[in-house]
């Protein structure tokens, strides 16, 4: 059994995220989704909590019909030290072999502790971002309705996600649009 970890905060989980996971589960037979950043919630830039989160990857894989037998979702709470946190991630999953992922930090960490590193391509990041997608969602600007899957969109709305993240920015009305 050949097992990968894709590291990832999800703030919120979107189509690039759901493309990597399609793309890792093409390369090993169980795929670690780990919910990065457990800890945080309610700020601009972490506004949906671990559980909220997990709700939207789980829905989506259910809507897209991955097999729930493939992945397994874990979250983990940071730690102030970097150079111990591939074992502290070590602590709360089961073991894996390789580290799906694209940021620097992540890779360098997982390459220094033997693991191999998969990096996978950059799908429509112009789109599928989600620091523009909390932006969008604050300024009511529907793009975001398109670069997330089908099943977030009615989990954020049916949580008042995008009244929170309004809330949090200040504001509940459409600010201009570049
Ligand atoms: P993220 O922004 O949710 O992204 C997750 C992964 O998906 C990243 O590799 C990202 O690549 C990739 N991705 C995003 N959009 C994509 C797209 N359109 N196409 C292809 N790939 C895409 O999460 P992150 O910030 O990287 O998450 C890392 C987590 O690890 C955080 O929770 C962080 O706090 C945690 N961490 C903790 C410690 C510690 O506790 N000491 C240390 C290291 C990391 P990009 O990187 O290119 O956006």
Redesign the pocket.
């Known amino acids: 059994m050949y097992r990968g970890i ?6 919120p989980f ?4 759901m ?2 996971i399609k793309w890792g589960l093409e390369r090993v037979d169980e795929l670690i989704v ?4 457990a800890q945080e919630s309610h700020t601009l830039s972490n506004p949906f909590t671990a559980g909220e989160r997990i709700e939207m990857i789980n829905g989506t894989l259910r809507e897209q019909k991955i097999p729930a037998d493939r992945v397994i979702l874990i979250p983990i ?6 150079g111990v ?1 591939v074992y ?1 991630v070590k602590m709360y999953v089961p073991k894996f072999n390789a580290v ?7 890779n360098r ?1 997982f390459r220094e502790a033997d693991f191999d590193v998969l990096e ?6 112009e789109k ?3 620091t523009l997608i909390r932006k969008q969602i604050i300024i009511s600007d529907p793009s975001w309705i398109e670069a997330v899957p089908e099943f977030v969109v009615k989990y954020v709305k049916l949580i008042g996600g995008d009244i929170r993240l309004k809330e949090i920015a200040g504001t509940d009305k459409p600010l201009e649009r570049k």
């Open positions: 894709y590291p990832g905060r999800f703030q979107h189509l690039g995220h493309n990597v780990l919910i990065g950043s709470p940071d730690i102030l030290m970097n946190w502290h799906i992922a694209r940021n620097p930090l992540v960490l996978p391509p950059l799908y429509n990041r599928y971002n989600s």
